[in-house]
């Protein structure tokens, strides 16, 4: 059973704008902490923005003030609004619910996948 499908993702110049959804089953969304991750090429995953059950977001500090994550309790959907993309944006994006973590907060979010296999990404390329 697929439990994560990450989508809209897309080929854009700089400065452009794309959406991300998760969609899952299995989990209900509101329960969890939730988040985007995302795997640049040759390196491993890193956390990028978060979103705690009472609602409170938090980004890394090179996506703040042009990413925003969002959930819809109703849909049981995730999504990531991504404006004024660079080149250093691109990458495959994954979609994670968090087991136990100190806190809601991106760093933590690749070693608390609760998830055991991650889902297959979108990837968001992004030229100059």
């Known amino acids: 059973q697929v439990e994560l499908v990450e989508s809209g993702g897309g080929s854009v110049q700089s400065g452009g704008s794309l959406t991300l959804s998760c969609a899952g089953s299995?989990?209900?969304?509101?329960?969890?902490?939730m988040g985007w991750l995302r795997q640049a090429p040759g390196k491993e995953r890193e956390g990028i923005a978060s979103?705690?059950?009472?609602?409170?977001?938090k980004y890394i500090d090179s996506v703040q003030g042009r990413f925003s994550i969002s959930r819809d309790s109703a849909k049981n959907t995730l999504a990531l609004q991504m404006n004024n993309l660079k080149p250093e944006d691109t990458g495959i994006y994954y979609c994670?619910?968090?087991?136990?973590?100190?806190?809601?907060?991106?760093?933590?979010?690749?070693?608390?996948?609760?998830?055991?296999?991650w889902g297959q990404g979108t990837q968001v390329t992004v030229s100059s």
């Open positions: 994670s619910v968090a087991q136990t973590v100190p806190r809601c907060e991106p760093q933590f979010l690749p070693t608390s996948h609760l998830v055991g296999d």
């Open positions: 299995g989990y209900t969304f509101s329960q969890y902490c």
């Open positions: 979103i705690a059950v009472n609602g409170n977001t």
